[in-house]
């Protein structure tokens, strides 16, 4: 089952901040977080536990709420360099090969 | 780093041909993986390997098959392309779950083009 991510596009200016949301209407185990820039791969950011737990990546955060089933990436003062789409990606059980992901959120940030 | 590397950038090819996609990846991940990318659709799961000759179907195999012989190689095969299969496809590799890298390595992608 593919989470829902919101908003589908972002558009900020450098130094703007803006919050990402992935959603399951099931239980998770795990969310991972990815970037694609237009033309390359996706690039694995983080990936968030069962738990609570936040990570970062530079000034990337993200929070997950298994009692919500979602998480959120936090982009914070962003950069030039954070315009991408953003993918999240979930697994539902601990011996779960795959991923189900999102269908983007395509952040825009101009100087 | 790890690399994944697929074949083709970009493949065009005619109804009803058999078309395959190649994957390599060089770290010895056990796991490998075929995405298909539509625009607001993300990323769709068409089938995958979690170990040298084990397959499973994926969200949308309809269509595809797969063969994974050698443990560093995953192929996606088009057993009579159509046009709704015009698309970007990914191929990506990871460790086992339960090691400490988890996350996924994806290829550059090949788009497909069936006229």
Redesign the interface.
Known sequence: QQPVQSPQAVILREGEDAVINCSSSKALYSVHWYRQKHGEAPVFLMILLKGGEQKGHEKISASFNEKKQQSSLYLTASQLSYSGTYFCGTRERTYDYKLSFGAGTTVTVRA | DVK?TQSSRYLVKRTGEKVFLECVQDMDHE?M?W?RQDP??????IY?S?DVKMK?K??IPEGYSVSREKKERFSLILESASTNQTSMY?CASRAF?GQKV????????TRLTVV
Do not use: A
């Open positions: 994944v796991n993986f995405y607001g659709l993300g990323l769709r799961l995958f979690y499973e994926g969200d990914l779950p988890y996350g996924y390595t994806f290829g550059s992608g």
